[in-house]
C-alpha cells in the first residue's frame, strides 16, 4: 500500500472549517483514499473514503486531486468534538481481498473555543 | 448494531502473566481484526480472520501471541509472558467483506 504524508497537528477555530490535508504522491491507481478519525480513549471511527472523484457525506467532505497525488478532508463546520488524531490511508481496491488498513501517525486536529 | 465490544477496558499485569482479551464484533461481520497501538502512534495490524479462520498475521504477531475465533463469531487475543514492550492498547475491529471497519473501544494493558 502506498504512502501517506500528513502534518503532525493542526489547529481549526470553532464553526469554522477545518481543512486536513494529506499527500500520496505513489498512490497506484487501484488504490482508494481513506480518512478515519480517533477521538481521545477511542478506537478509530471511519469517516469517508473515495478513488477519483470528491465525495460528501454527513461527516465531511473529500477532496482528491485530479493526479491523486493528494486529498483533502475538509469538515465544514469544526465544533470541540472534531478535537482527534485523522488518519489518511490509502489501499487497494476491494477487489484484493483482505481489507486490513495501515495507519501512519496522523494529524493531530485541535478544535479552539 | 450494538457495536463492537472490548473487554476488559484495562488490564494490569506482571512482566511474564499471560493475559487474554476478548472482542465481540457486530454480529453480521465476518471479519475480525487485531491491532496494537502504543503511544502517540497509529494502530498497527496484528493479525485477523473470516469466519474462524485466521488469514494474515502480521510479523508484529510473535510467537508469545496467539488470536482464535472459534466458532466465527468472538474472538479472544492471548499474550503470554507477558513483557513491559507490551504493553499498549489492543484494538479490535470488525466488517463485512470489502467494507469498511468498526472498532472497538480497545483494552488498554500496562505490563509491570
Known amino acids: 500500500d502506498a504512502k501517506t504524508t500528513q502534518p503532525p497537528s493542526m489547529d481549526c477555530a470553532e464553526g469554522r472549517a477545518a481543512n486536513l490535508p494529506c499527500n500520496h504522491s505513489?498512490?497506484?491507481?487501484?488504490?482508494?483514499v481513506y480518512w478515519y478519525r480517533q477521538i481521545h480513549s477511542q478506537g478509530p471511527q471511519y469517516i469517508i473514503h473515495?478513488?477519483?472523484n470528491n465525495e460528501t457525506n454527513e461527516m465531511a467532505s473529500l477532496i482528491i486531486t485530479e493526479d491523486r497525488k493528494s486529498s483533502t478532508l475538509i469538515l465544514p463546520h469544526a465544533t470541540l468534538r472534531d478535537t482527534a488524531v485523522y488518519y489518511c490511508?490509502?489501499?487497494?481496491?476491494?477487489?484484493?481481498?483482505?481489507?486490513?488498513?495501515?495507519f501512519g501517525t496522523g494529524t493531530r486536529l485541535t478544535v479552539i473555543p | 448494531d450494538t457495536g463492537v465490544s472490548q473487554d476488559p477496558r484495562h488490564k494490569i499485569t506482571k512482566r511474564g502473566q499471560n493475559v487474554t482479551f476478548r472482542c465481540d464484533p457486530i454480529?453480521?461481520?465476518?471479519?475480525l481484526y487485531w491491532y496494537r497501538q502504543t503511544l502517540g502512534q497509529g494502530p498497527e495490524f496484528l493479525t485477523y480472520?473470516?469466519?474462524?479462520?485466521?488469514?494474515?498475521k502480521s510479523r508484529l504477531l510473535s510467537d508469545r501471541f496467539s488470536a482464535e475465533r472459534p466458532k466465527g463469531s468472538f474472538s479472544t487475543l492471548e499474550i503470554q509472558r507477558t513483557e513491559q514492550g507490551d504493553s499498549a492498547m489492543y484494538l479490535c475491529?470488525?466488517?463485512?467483506?470489502?467494507?469498511?471497519?468498526?472498532f472497538g473501544s480497545g483494552t488498554q494493558l500496562s505490563v509491570l
Open positions: 454480529s453480521e461481520h465476518n471479519r
Open positions: 475491529a470488525s466488517s463485512l467483506p470489502d467494507e469498511k471497519l468498526f
Open positions: 480472520f473470516q469466519n474462524e479462520a485466521q488469514l494474515e
Open positions: 473515495g478513488l477519483k
Open positions: 505513489t498512490i497506484s491507481g487501484n488504490e482508494y
Open positions: 490511508i490509502v489501499r487497494l481496491s476491494y477487489q484484493t481481498g483482505a481489507n486490513n488498513l495501515f
